[in-house]
């Protein structure tokens, strides 16, 4: 007989960037579920932000008694898998243009962008940039938008104008592969949770679910020398006459602004094909 408790869970699903996993030991054993599948809920990050900021929260709670039995872990299983999608792009990618999606952390539009970019049906390249002549998305639009899509936003406390360190981590997640995990679970947590991206606790859970070496990003997160490559892929936007983040090339033609995303994805199917490589 022993006490029942919930814990934080780790499983090959979260690493991936795809959903986080919790559970709850009975006795010797572990039930648990992953969720959300897809794309978190409120209720989902309020859950995961009360974890976070309250250590108690990692306390037994209850005192119900359940029967000593073997260590099982029940998984629900996902909806969608979002990994296997990205491999299917990848082998693919020969016969499709290139697509790279340029985005800046500290801008909510890149949280409301990249939900839709990592499902679009070819492979994408993840680049960090920023553009000093770019304006961040407000928060009435952020909000706005994100009604409109039915996407949830939880608003960080502390919102700073640029991020560089996340930023650096995820030019280094790029080079890994993993770009688009990182850039998912960081902002889910900014514009989902509610989180400052650069608390060390925050970073080390976004570096997690990217499935991201931590000594490898703790070294992103202090190399200067990234910066080169983020500036540099700024200048170009910012030659093409872009004015607002994040920006999707399809080809040779680049679309500025997240209400632009359904054009890419249009271009992509042959609908509405843009031909011209002139920036729009």
Known sequence: ?????????????????????????????????????????????TARKAYLSTSSR???????????GPALWIHVGTVISLAERRRARARGGARARRVTFYFDLADPATYLAAERVDRLPVAVHWQPATVATATPMSRATAVRRARELGLPVVWP???????????????????????????????????????????????????????????????AASAGELDAEIRAAGRFLAGHGATALPVVQVGRTLLAGEARLAEAAAALRGDGLVRTPAFR
Do not use: N
């Open 58 to 68: 990692r306390a037994k709670i209850g005192s119900r008694k359940f029967r000593r």
């Open 157 to 219: 406390q502390r919102q700073p104008a640029a991020l560089a360190m996340p930023m650096r981590v995820a030019a280094y997640a790029t080079r890994q592969g993993r770009g688009a995990e990182f850039v998912l679970a960081a902002t889910r947590l900014a514009f989902c949770g509610g989180f400052d991206l650069q608390e060390p606790a925050v970073f080390a859970e976004a570096v997690a679910a990217a499935g991201l070496d931590l000594g490898g990003a703790l070294w």
């Open 1 to 45: 007989m022993s006490s029942v408790h919930l814990s934080p869970t780790r499983s090959s699903a979260r690493a991936s960037g795809d959903h986080w996993s919790y559970g709850c030991r009975l006795g010797d054993g572990t039930a648990g579920m992953s969720w959300p599948p897809a794309w978190p809920c409120v209720c989902c990050w």
